[in-house]
C-alpha cells in the first residue's frame, strides 16, 4: 500500500565525488544521470507483422486520417529505425543494476520516462542536490557552516508541490546516493553493519500487535536475549508472524538510540499516513468501519517528526488522497518545502535530451517550439515528455 524507503547512513571519513551512475551525454555535462538502459531497441516480428497487415491495403485513403498504407508503412519503419539507432548507441548496463540500486521498487513516474525514452536517464536537478547537501552537511558539517550566510540544515523535512513535479523520482535518487556512499541500508540487508549496532531496550516485545495479526495462545509478548543485536531484532521479526509488528516499532525505537551512526528515514507517499487506510474493522456481521492511519502501529512509530532523528517524506498526489491542511499533527512547522517544477534551463536540457533519443523530430525542433512547449505546461516535466512526440 505504501512504498518506503528506509536507509540509515554510516558515518564516513571521506565522501566520493564520483557515483555509480553516468552522464547520458556530454551536452547536458553533469545536470543528467544515467541510470542505465533497459528496454529492448528491436521491436518483436509479430509486433511489426500485426501493424503491416492491420494497415495493408490497395494504396487508397483510409477513412480516419487520410494516410496510404505507404505512409503508414514508413511511419512503423521509421519507428524501427529509431530504436536501431538507439540500439547503436547503447553502451549502458541493464535494468539489473538499477534494481539492485533501488530494491524497494521505481516510482512509476521514472518507469515512464525510461519507456518513452527507451533509455535509463534522469536530470540531477538542482532541488535535488540541495536535498542531498541539506543530509550531507548534517553527517559532515562543512568547515563553514558557522558562517552567519550559511544555510541551517534541517533534519525533518516533507517534500509537497504540484503533480509531476518529481518529487518521488528525487526521494529514489537519495535512496540511492545514501546507498552508494556506503550507508548502511535495510533493504538490501547489509549484515556486517546491522551485527555491530547492540539493542539498547531489554523490554519484552508484544506479539499479535497490529492489524490482520493474531494472538499466539498463552503467550502475549517474546524476550530479546541479552547481547542482541539489531540483526538479532529483524530475524525475530522474519522468523515470528506475531512478533513482526511489534519488532518494526521496536526497531523504530531502536534506531533513535544510535547515536555513533547516523539514520536517515525516507518514506514516499507519506501522505498516505494522515488519513483512512484501506484497513476495516467489523462491527456487525453486516457493517466496518474504515480504519485511520494514525490507529496502525506501524504509522504511530514512524509517522511523526518530532525528534531529533533525520527524516524526509515525500507526499503523492497520485494516489487520490486529497489536500491535506498546512499544518500536520507531528510535523514541525518548517518541515514542508515546496519542490519546484522544471526550470527554463532544465527544460532546455530536458528537450535536448528528448532531442537525442529521437523523441522529437529534429528537422522540427527549434528553440521556439521548445520553449513555447515549457510554457504550455508550467514546466510539468509528464506533460512535457508527452508533448515532445507532438512537436510540428
Known amino acids: 500500500m505504501w512504498r518506503r524507503f528506509l536507509t540509515t547512513a554510516v558515518t564516513s571519513t571521506r565522501h566520493r565525488n564520483s557515483s555509480s551512475l553516468t552522464p547520458i551525454t556530454a551536452a547536458l555535462s553533469t545536470n543528467t544521470t544515467d541510470f542505465s538502459r533497459h528496454f529492448s531497441a528491436k521491436p518483436s516480428k509479430s509486433t511489426l507483422a500485426k501493424a503491416k497487415k492491420k494497415f495493408k491495403g490497395d494504396g487508397k485513403s483510409d477513412d480516419v486520417g487520410g494516410s496510404s498504407s505507404a505512409e503508414l508503412d514508413a511511419d512503423v519503419e521509421g519507428e524501427q529505425l529509431r530504436l536501431r539507432l538507439l540500439a547503436e548507441d547503447d553502451k549502458d548496463r541493464s535494468l539489473d543494476d538499477l534494481n539492485a540500486a533501488l530494491p524497494e521498487g521505481l516510482p512509476s513516474g521514472m518507469l515512464k520516462e525510461f519507456e518513452d525514452t527507451k533509455r535509463c536517464a534522469l536530470l540531477v536537478r538542482q532541488s535535488f542536490l540541495d536535498l542531498r547537501d541539506n543530509f550531507r552537511r548534517i553527517v559532515d558539517p562543512p568547515t563553514w557552516s558557522s558562517s552567519a550566510t550559511a544555510p541551517k540544515p534541517r533534519k525533518q523535512i516533507v517534500l509537497d508541490g504540484p503533480r509531476s513535479c518529481g518529487k518521488s523520482i528525487a526521494l529514489a535518487m537519495l535512496a540511492h546516493w545514501a546507498r552508494d556512499e556506503g550507508w548502511l541500508d535495510f533493504l538490501k540487508f547489509n549484515e556486517t553493519c546491522l551485527r555491530q549496532l547492540p539493542c539498547h531496550i531489554s523490554e519484552p516485545i508484544p506479539l ?34 506475531h512478533a513482526a509488528v511489534g519488532v518494526l516499532v521496536r526497531l523504530r525505537k531502536e534506531l533513535s538510540l544510535v547515536k555513533d551512526v547516523p539514520v536517515l528515514l525516507a518514506i514516499d507517499q507519506y501522505n498516505n499516513w494522515f488519513t483512512f487506510s484501506e484497513f476495516e474493522e467489523v462491527v456487525t456481521p453486516r457493517s466496518s468501519r474504515p480504519i485511520h492511519a494514525k490507529e496502525l ?96
Open 297 to 392: 502501529a506501524m504509522v504511530n512509530a514512524f509517522r511523526p517528526m518530532t525528534h531529533d532523528d533525520m527524516m524526509v517524506g515525500a507526499f503523492s498526489h497520485s494516489t487520490a488522497v486529497g489536500k491535506l491542511r498546512k499544518d500536520l499533527p507531528g510535523v514541525p512547522d518548517n518541515a514542508r518545502i515546496d519542490f519546484p517544477r522544471y526550470s527554463l534551463d532544465e527544460a532546455a536540457a530536458v528537450c535536448h535530451y528528448y532531442l537525442r533519443q529521437r523523441l522529437i523530430r529534429r528537422e522540427v525542433f527549434t528553440e521556439e517550439k521548445w520553449k513555447k512547449m515549457y510554457y504550455l505546461s508550467n514546466g510539468n516535466g509528464l506533460e512535457m515528455r508527452w508533448l515532445s512526440p507532438l512537436m510540428w
Open 208 to 241: 499479535g500487535e497490529g492489524a490482520g495479526v493474531g494472538f499466539m495462545k498463552g503467550a502475549d509478548s517474546m524476550a530479546m536475549p541479552d547481547g542482541s543485536t539489531l540483526f538479532d531484532l529483524i530475524q525475530t521479526g522474519i522468523a515470528h508472524t
